[in-house]
C-alpha cells in the first residue's frame, strides 16, 4: 500500500469546528489561569463550574445563569482525588470569587 496523498480517491472532507475549539481553548485558559493564581482544587472547581455553566447557559452568553451553589458542592463530592476541594468548597468559591480576574461573581445567597 502507498502512501502517496496523489493516489487517494475518496470524496471524504473534514471542516473544523472553530467554535468548539473556541470554547475549549476559553475554558482551558479559565482553568488554568485559576490553577496557576490558586492552585489545583480551584483549577478543578473552575472546570466544574463552566461544567454546570452549559448545562443552562448558551456557550457564547456574555454571562451563564446562575449556578446554584448545591449543585457545585454535589459535583465536587462526587471527586475522589480531590477531598480538599468537598472540604472547603466555599472557601475556594470565595478566593476565586476574590482574586482580581473577575470570572465569577456571586449572584445572591440563595439556596446556599
Known amino acids: 500500500m502507498t502512501s502517496n496523498l496523489a493516489d487517494v480517491k475518496d470524496n471524504v472532507y473534514w471542516k473544523v469546528n472553530y467554535d468548539r475549539f473556541h470554547l475549549d481553548f476559553r475554558d482551558d485558559v479559565m482553568i488554568k489561569a485559576i490553577t496557576r493564581r490558586i492552585d489545583e482544587n480551584a483549577g478543578e472547581l473552575m472546570r466544574l463550574l463552566l ?39 466555599d472557601q475556594y468559591l470565595k478566593v476565586i470569587e476574590e482574586n482580581g480576574a473577575e470570572f465569577v461573581r456571586r449572584s445572591g445567597d440563595a439556596g446556599g
Not at 452549559?54 to 475522589?80: F, G, H, N, Q
Open 51 to 89: 461544567e454546570q455553566m452549559y448545562l443552562s447557559s448558551a456557550p457564547w452568553a456574555p454571562e451563564s445563569t446562575p449556578v446554584p451553589a448545591m449543585d457545585v458542592r454535589e459535583s465536587a463530592r462526587r471527586i475522589a482525588d480531590k477531598p480538599l476541594l468537598s472540604q472547603h468548597i
